[in-house]
C-alpha cells in the first residue's frame, strides 16, 4: 500500500502447491513475487512493513537488489 494515497500496489496470490506444499514459505513467496513486481516498474520502494516472519527477513538482507529498500517490523 502506498502510504499517502493508501492505494494498493501489488497483490499476489500464493498456493502452498506452489510452494512445495510449505505453507511457511508462502508468505516469503508472496512477498517476493509483489515486491520484485514493483522494482520492476522502476517504482521507487524506499520501506517495506511486515510482521516479524523471518523468511522475509532473509530475503531482504540476501539479494542486492533490496539493499536501498529498509525492512520494518
Excluded: P, W
Excluded at 505453507?23 to 514493483?38: D, Y
Excluded at 516498474?41 to 529498509?70: Q, R
Amino acid at each position: 500500500m502506498e502510504n499517502d494515497t493508501k492505494k494498493i500496489l501489488a497483490v499476489h496470490t500464493i498456493d502452498k502447491r506452489m510452494t512445495d506444499r510449505k505453507s511457511t514459505n508462502m508468505e516469503k513467496a508472496g512477498f517476493q513475487t509483489a515486491l520484485n513486481v514493483l522494482l520492476e516498474k522502476d517504482i521507487n520502494v524506499k520501506e517495506v512493513v511486515t510482521d516479524a516472519h523471518l523468511g522475509i527477513g532473509s530475503v531482504m538482507s540476501e539479494f542486492v537488489k533490496y539493499l536501498n529498500t529498509m525492512q520494518m517490523q
